[in-house]
């Protein structure tokens, strides 16, 4: 009912940056919140930052002042700007979606995207 397609991810060095993009499709109305989490090999999935349609943001403790959430609701889009990319953000970055309400009324309670691979080496 809902599918959400990552894009955006990459290799890079530490200090540089990339821009993911989540485009959420399926007849969507309105999306209460964004966001993105990540997970490193061995480890469990963790929240990166949030969004909801209102604007109100949320940041892991690791990513203040180097990563920026944003979205486009009419397009159910949700963008993350990384700048000064360092090693331990080399992650699996999944978009996830929650409380998606269709054109036909139906609400979908969670959605999440395939993932996409951000690594940060020399």
């Known amino acids: 009912q809902v599918q959400l397609v990552e894009s955006g991810g990459g290799s890079v060095q530490p200090g540089g940056s990339l821009r993911l993009s989540c485009a959420a499709s399926?007849?969507?109305?309105?999306?209460?919140?964004m966001g993105w989490h990540r997970q490193a090999p061995g480890k469990q999935r963790e929240l990166v930052a949030t969004?909801?349609?209102?604007?109100?943001?949320n940041y892991a403790d690791s990513v203040k002042g180097r990563f920026t959430i944003s979205r486009d609701n009419a397009k159910s889009t949700v963008f993350l700007q990384m700048n000064n990319l360092k090693p331990e953000d080399t992650a699996v970055y999944y978009c996830?979606?929650?409380?998606?309400?269709?054109?036909?009324?139906?609400?979908?309670?969670?959605?999440w995207g395939q993932g996409t691979q951000v690594t940060v080496s020399s």
């Open positions: 996830n979606a929650d409380g998606t309400v269709l054109v036909g009324g139906e609400f979908v309670k969670e959605s």
């Open positions: 399926g007849s969507i109305r309105s999306i209460v919140r």
């Open positions: 969004i909801t349609r209102a604007g109100n943001i």
